[in-house]
């Protein structure tokens, strides 16, 4: 298909992303209706996610605590995501503009799309990546990759094209590991209970991250 075609020529590009996966608009029907793409574009039919690594070499350093005016190499890891960031939102815009200008209304998603009050995102970047066959929703609460563990970012662009889907993923990528609930030092994040994943406090997650200046543990000390 044409379309498919040009979107992954867009993404692979000399120096372009590293994962791209496509999910239809069914497989978000579990979410609620204020959840779901066609809360934000109400004929959209597919849901084209990207996501590009942030390097291991940068990430195995991050540490719970930093003292305040302290240069860490959390500031270098921060300005490496910036980068991605723009890197992704950039590749999501000309995705979008390509299939706007074939007829086809899309929206590529913005990265910071937070509701403080509750610390809940208006659209769900690790669900959409999940159901885009990008991965799975590993014990920490981050989505999972095979290349890269949970060392990635991700945008995503809603479009009324409907593309053809990416198979998912249905491999327990943690298997047995518990690394992550064990190396948290808020206890937010807890052994998950049945098919209970992840089993974490979100409000005790962020509250301990703020006061502490960045975290990361459960990301770091991945061996995925």
Known sequence: ????????????????????????????????????????????????????????????RLKAKRKIGEISFRDFYDAHVETVNIDLSQTGYRIARYLTNQGFASINIGQDLTDYRTITGAFSFKHAAVQAGLG????????????????????????????????????DICQDCDICYKVCPSKALKKPEGNN????????CSAYYTANIGCGLCMSKCPR
Request: hydrophobic content about 40%.
């Open 1 to 60: 298909m044409k379309l498919d075609k040009e979107i992954k020529r867009i993404c692979y590009l000399p120096d372009g992303v590293d994962l791209l996966g496509i999910a239809p608009l069914h497989r978000f029907s579990d979410l609620p209706e204020n959840k779901r793409p066609t809360a934000f574009l109400p004929e959209a039919k597919s849901v084209i996610v990207i996501a590009s690594q942030v390097f291991r070499v940068l990430t195995e």
């Open 197 to 204: 994943r992840p089993n974490y406090d979100r409000f005790v």
């Open 136 to 171: 799975i929703i590993g014990k920490n609460g981050l989505i999972l990759t095979k290349p890269y563990g949970p060392r990635v970012r991700l945008s995503a662009v809603l479009t009324e094209a409907e593309l053809n889907p990416s198979p998912l993923i249905v491999d």
